[in-house]
């Protein structure tokens, strides 16, 4: 019988090829760090929550400060750098809704006096990736570009109803206390029964948010901000409905199905 024999100039290639996976692995992995609770990391932070040497860490931190996709803070640690944001931004660029959305925010702006937020989903929740602001006040309620929301605000929670990867979902839900994480799947569900929500994002600021789909699913939440005293949270509030038109009109040009009109119909 033939002996099949491999030639050590092969081995060592195969050597390097899960060499070169493993490297790109963990910087996915370190990458993966960097979320809206953690702006910032240090190599012994990296080290201890991906269980590496302290040398390795500052090593794999050192090379992607050098290939700018970090980048050394003042404090001593790593924050995300020029690359890596300048791909991010590119990305988003090419999303077509971000195109499309800027003629129905301003009509919904101008016709609820309110600032209008586009969020698009992130690696672990919502990204702004536009905002048209409500410029007809003496007062501005408004959000940053590029800023990354909770998972207690009204566009997460809309995301977190209708991502198609559910099992992601869950984990993310997972990682918070008992009690918040009870309180924020009752949120879940009442978004999948209603198909919108209205939530406080932050105190004495109201978001209320709706889903927008293409042909893949959800793939933005358009929302308008506002001061509390201005904005109603009600579900017959009549700048929901006005949210809830501009969500339904995006899909359609976006060529998805607008999955809450399906409630309408179960109920019919």
């Known amino acids: 019988m033939a002996k ?24 996915s992995q370190i990458l993966s760090l960097f979320d809206p609770a953690t702006p910032e990391v240090t190599a012994g932070e990296v080290a201890e929550r991906l269980s590496l040497n302290r040398t390795t ?19 001593g640690g790593y924050v995300p750098g020029g690359l890596l944001l300048q791909l991010g931004a590119f ?48 007062v501005i309620v408004s959000v940053r570009v590029g800023s990354h929301l909770p998972l207690d605000t009204a566009q997460s929670k809309i995301f977190l109803a209708y991502h198609v990867d559910q099992l992601s979902m869950e984990r993310l839900t997972a990682n ?26 932050t105190p004495g600021v109201v978001a209320v948010a709706a889903p927008v789909f293409d042909e893949y699913g959800i793939c933005a939440t358009i929302a308008i901000v506002g001061p509390d005293n201005t904005l109603s949270m009600s579900d017959d509030a009549p700048e929901l409905r006005v949210v809830v038109d501009t969500a339904r009109e995006l899909t359609r040009e976006l060529g998805g199905h607008y999955r809450p009109d399906d409630l309408d119909q179960r109920a019919v």
């Not at 099949?4 to 910087?27: E, F, K, L, W, Y």
């Not at 077509?96 to 690696?123: D, E």
């Open 4 to 27: 099949s024999t491999r030639s050590p100039d092969s081995a060592r290639t195969d050597r390097g090829d899960q060499a070169d996976i493993q490297a790109v692995s963990r910087v």
């Open 176 to 201: 918070l206390p008992g009690p918040a994480q009870d309180e924020l799947r009752a949120d879940i569900e009442r978004v999948r029964a209603v198909g919108h929500c209205s939530a406080m994002s």
């Open 91 to 138: 990305a988003i660029g090419r999303r077509r809704v971000v195109n499309l959305a800027p003629r129905h925010m301003q009509a919904l702006s101008r016709a609820t006096q309110t600032s209008v937020v586009l969020s698009l989903w992130g690696l672990t929740g919502p990204v702004v990736s536009r905002v048209e602001e409500n410029v007809s006040t003496v």
């Open 57 to 75: 860490a500052y090593r794999y931190c050192t090379s992607l400060v050098a290939a700018g996709l970090l980048e050394r803070s003042p404090e």
